[in-house]
């Protein structure tokens, strides 16, 4: 029969099941409700929340008035200053206190005075929402390292202030970390968030011990796409968005299949998945060796 195992710690962190209350909260009291983008890195409850009224805008142009939630990661700060001046516009601000924990961190950094031979390293993806507003607060002094390899072709400030997108992996901040440790004086701002190292940590556990990782969630979601790699190197993986990127083969000759999922993707999904799984192990059961 085949087992299945749900990580420890997956799905929902407090950051997006706060986003997602906010948001629904307000579909319910007001209407021409907005996010600047998606609210959270997940297509499928971002589509619940559209079918419940709210609207997904690229920019703030063509609005004249309603409410705005800022997502999860946090919008550049120019964008959010003009916003804020827009006297039509109610702006909610669902920004994880984590992430605000980060922009606070590299805003307090850019405007120390003694801070004009510095370099603020933003260990994180260049084209990721959250790595391109904490750029914002940085005063020009920011540099984005996104792998080894960049941080040892690096030629900058001789002081460096290292602060984490808060959904890095702490294997690589600390590559990164040790890697320009060598050449420059370094002050390190970890700030990857509690709930990232929770849910890779029980990831890599239960990847040590099954024959198959399934992880759920968004492509566009970073932390899943993070735990997918973290798994991979343990056992054989697969990273899903929903149910029906399974496939049955997969599951052949294999006993034991372990399920983890980002920290944007929702209960319901997560649930959807191991029924699905334990309806193809049990089909395996009665059909043993016929797969497509
Ligand atoms: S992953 Fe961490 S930083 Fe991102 S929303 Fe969740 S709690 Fe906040």
Same mark, same amino acid.
């Given at each position: 029969m085949l087992k299945i195992k749900v990580a420890k710690n997956a799905g929902f962190c407090f950051g997006v099941r706060r986003a997602i209350e906010i948001a629904e909260k307000t579909l319910k009291n007001k209407s021409k409700v907005y996010t600047l983008?998606? =609210? =959270?890195?997940?297509p499928q409850e971002v589509k619940r929340l559209e079918k419940q009224g709210i609207k997904i805008l690229k920019s703030v142009s063509r609005i004249r008035d309603g409410y705005v939630i800022l997502r999860t990661h946090g919008i550049p700060f120019d964008l959010h200053k003009k916003l804020n001046e827009n006297k039509n516009i109610n702006v909610i601000d669902s920004t994880c206190p984590f992430v605000k924990r980060a922009q606070d961190v590299v805003k307090e950094l850019s405007n120390n005075e003694t801070a004009e031979n510095l370099n603020i390293i933003i260990v994180g993806e260049k084209v990721h929402p959250e790595v391109v507003a904490l750029v914002s607060y940085g005063n020009k002094k920011c540099v984005v390292i996104e792998t080894s390899q960049e941080a040892k072709m690096f030629k900058g400030s001789k002081n460096l202030s290292i602060v984490s @997108? *808060? *959904? @890095?992996t702490s294997e690589n901040f600390n590559n990164i970390v040790n890697i320009l440790s060598k050449n420059y004086k370094i002050a390190v701002y970890n700030t990857i968030c509690r709930a990232t190292l929770d849910r890779q940590q029980s990831a890599q556990e239960l990847a040590c011990i099954v024959d198959l990782m399934i992880v759920i969630g968004g492509k566009n979601s970073g932390n899943t796409t993070r735990l997918a790699q973290i798994c991979s190197c343990k056992t054989r993986t697969y990273h899903i968005e929903t149910f029906k990127d399974l496939k049955k083969s997969w599951f052949k000759n294999i006993s034991t299949v372990g399920l983890t999922a980002g920290a944007s993707t929702p209960d319901w999904i997560i649930k959807d998945v191991e029924i699905k799984v334990k309806e193809i192990g049990d089909t395996i059961k009665e059909t043993l060796g016929e797969f497509k």
């Amino acid at each position: 029969m085949l087992k299945i195992k749900v990580a420890k710690n997956a799905g929902f962190c407090f950051g997006v099941r706060r986003a997602i209350e906010i948001a629904e909260k307000t579909l319910k009291n007001k209407s021409k409700v907005y996010t600047l983008g998606p =609210i =959270i890195h997940n297509p499928q409850e971002v589509k619940r929340l559209e079918k419940q009224g709210i609207k997904i805008l690229k920019s703030v142009s063509r609005i004249r008035d309603g409410y705005v939630i800022l997502r999860t990661h946090g919008i550049p700060f120019d964008l959010h200053k003009k916003l804020n001046e827009n006297k039509n516009i109610n702006v909610i601000d669902s920004t994880c206190p984590f992430v605000k924990r980060a922009q606070d961190v590299v805003k307090e950094l850019s405007n120390n005075e003694t801070a004009e031979n510095l370099n603020i390293i933003i260990v994180g993806e260049k084209v990721h929402p959250e790595v391109v507003a904490l750029v914002s607060y940085g005063n020009k002094k920011c540099v984005v390292i996104e792998t080894s390899q960049e941080a040892k072709m690096f030629k900058g400030s001789k002081n460096l202030s290292i602060v984490s @997108q *808060t *959904t @890095q992996t702490s294997e690589n901040f600390n590559n990164i970390v040790n890697i320009l440790s060598k050449n420059y004086k370094i002050a390190v701002y970890n700030t990857i968030c509690r709930a990232t190292l929770d849910r890779q940590q029980s990831a890599q556990e239960l990847a040590c011990i099954v024959d198959l990782m399934i992880v759920i969630g968004g492509k566009n979601s970073g932390n899943t796409t993070r735990l997918a790699q973290i798994c991979s190197c343990k056992t054989r993986t697969y990273h899903i968005e929903t149910f029906k990127d399974l496939k049955k083969s997969w599951f052949k000759n294999i006993s034991t299949v372990g399920l983890t999922a980002g920290a944007s993707t929702p209960d319901w999904i997560i649930k959807d998945v191991e029924i699905k799984v334990k309806e193809i192990g049990d089909t395996i059961k009665e059909t043993l060796g016929e797969f497509k």
